[in-house]
């Protein structure tokens, strides 16, 4: 994954899920899985380029067994590496009950980050 952007708002976790793109105004959909996750967005790889600023809708399976959330989007930035693109992906409107399950599964995930990194003293 592509290192090189990092002036979020809200912490991302590495958490990988199955998620659908939908092209808003067009009958396309792109089955992807997360790279990263946070309250504000999303990372995803995809084999196909989506232009800046361009909506979304967004099917996300977290795997804490609860449905799918489904929200609009926006995608914010897109790095070509190799035959595939990173893409950013804005939430636009999360609802408050799906924004505190990314909340709680982010801190999850950074809380194993921290307590599995070989820099944590013993």
Known sequence: MWQGM???QFPRAD???RVTVFK???KEEISTHTQNIGIGGL?????KKLDKFHPVELL???EDKLPP????G?????????SIYDTGIEFISLTKKDSLRIERIVKE????EETSSPDQPA
Do not use: E, F, Q, T
């Open 6 to 8: 990092d002036r979020r």
């Open 74 to 82: 926006r995608v914010v930035w897109v790095v070509k590496s190799k």
């Open 60 to 62: 996300l399976h977290l």
């Open 109 to 112: 995930c950074l809380k194993k």
């Open 43 to 47: 990372c995803v790889v995809l084999k």
């Open 69 to 72: 959330i489904r929200c609009d």
């Open 24 to 26: 808003k105004g067009k």
């Open 15 to 17: 958490y990988r899920c």
